[in-house]
Each structure stands twice: as structure tokens, then as C-alpha cells.
């Protein structure tokens, strides 16, 4: 998933995931770079949506892999 910020300004979003499958379910989203890692809860993802604050022409390259954790 990536999530761009295109203005020169700071930005808040919460980003709703469509994919099927997020509910129920935990996510390991790994941010490429810096590598760094958060785990989300797949029903917090889709419904308020994924928090994210980014500076201006910032952006999250994200990869998300499933947990086992529920």
C-alpha cells in the first residue's frame, strides 16, 4: 500500500483499506524504507481507517503481510 502526501504542506488522513480479508485479522505493516514496522487491526484498517501523518512530499511505501494473531 503506499499513501502519498502530494502538497507542501503537512497531512493527517485516515486511509480506509478495501482489500478483502482485512477484517478479523492483525497486519504487520512494514514501511519500506526505513523498515520501520507497525501491526494494525485489520477492522480498525477498513472502518475508521489507517491513521498516517506525513510532511510535505512524504509518503508510505507499506508492505502489509497478515498476521496469525487475531
Not at 503537512?10 to 492483525?26: D, H, R
Not at 519500506?32 to 514496522?37: D, F, K, R, S
Not at 477492522?43 to 509518503?59: A, F, K, R
Request: proline share 9%; net charge negative.
Amino acid at each position: 500500500m503506499i499513501v502519498v502526501n502530494l502538497s507542501d504542506a503537512p497531512a493527517q488522513a485516515n486511509v480506509q483499506v478495501g482489500w478483502p480479508g482485512a477484517e478479523g485479522a492483525t497486519w504487520n505493516l512494514i514501511d519500506l524504507p526505513p523498515c520501520a514496522n507497525y501491526e494494525r487491526n485489520g477492522n480498525d484498517m477498513l472502518s475508521p481507517g489507517l491513521y498516517v501523518e506525513l510532511g510535505p512530499w512524504n509518503y508510505h511505501f507499506f508492505q502489509c503481510l497478515r498476521s496469525d494473531k487475531t
